[in-house]
T-cell receptor
């Protein structure tokens, strides 16, 4: 079974600083990898997805993530943090389940705080 | 507008009182699923459905039931809720296997 580990349940950065949120998945190469963002009292919104087309994936709001097979990582970055980036971020991988379905296996989440 | 709609958004109830959380999607998606979100655990799948009348257990199905009588609807049923089912619940849907899931805004359940 797939597993996902997000290093750091809380990350705090200053406005304008680099954002780096770490995600490692279990060793068998997953078909698809995702980053979702959750703003307070809202559902999950897709930031970006990796589907093996390119190792560097660009998403919405200036975020990007790089798939590194050798490190089994899919870290999320943004060059310059904005106050509106404060949210909880989830890394997820797809995993095959019965009937040909694919489910999402989520990491524990990382809460990002932006300091003015 | 494409969306997944859950109701209610918030519910406080008591142990043993049956409740249903509705989920409806307007995208004609075949695949739907339910997750619960708990602090430090991320989201875990409860049940999923590949199509009408096709449902199966996810990772944490105990204490829950689902049905899929229509393609657009996928209600989550708690026959006899208990306090350990206090959580934030999300419904999601997806078209094809390669596409990301669309999530509803969540239902926060408190079982006293």
């Amino acid at each position: 079974a797939q597993s996902v580990t997000q290093l750091g349940s809380h990350v705090s950065v200053s406005e304008g600083a680099l954002v780096l949120l770490r995600c490692n998945y279990s060793s068998s190469v997953p078909p698809y990898l995702f980053w979702y963002v959750q703003y307070p009292n809202q559902g999950l919104q897709l930031l970006l997805k990796y589907t093996s087309a390119a190792t560097l994936v660009k998403g919405i709001n200036g975020f990007e993530a790089e798939f590194k097979k050798s490190e089994t990582s899919f870290h999320l970055t943004k060059p310059s943090a904005h106050m509106s980036d404060a949210a909880e971020y989830f890394c997820a991988v797809s995993e095959a389940q019965g009937g040909g379905a694919q489910k999402l296996v989520f990491g524990q989440g990382t809460r990002l705080t932006i300091n003015p | 507008e494409a969306q997944v709609t859950q109701n209610p958004r918030y519910l406080i109830t008591v142990t043993g009182k049956k409740l249903t959380v509705t989920c409806s999607q307007n995208m004609n998606h075949e695949y739907m699923s339910w997750y619960r979100q708990d602090p430090g655990l991320g989201l875990r799948q409860i049940y999923y459905s590949m199509n009408v009348e096709v449902t199966d257990k996810g990772d944490v199905p105990e204490g829950y039931k689902v049905s899929r009588k229509e393609k657009r609807n996928f209600p989550l049923i708690l026959e006899s809720p208990s306090p350990n089912q206090t959580s934030l619940y999300f419904c999601a849907s997806r078209s094809e296997r390669t596409q990301p899931q669309h999530f509803g805004d969540g239902t926060r359940l408190s079982i006293l």
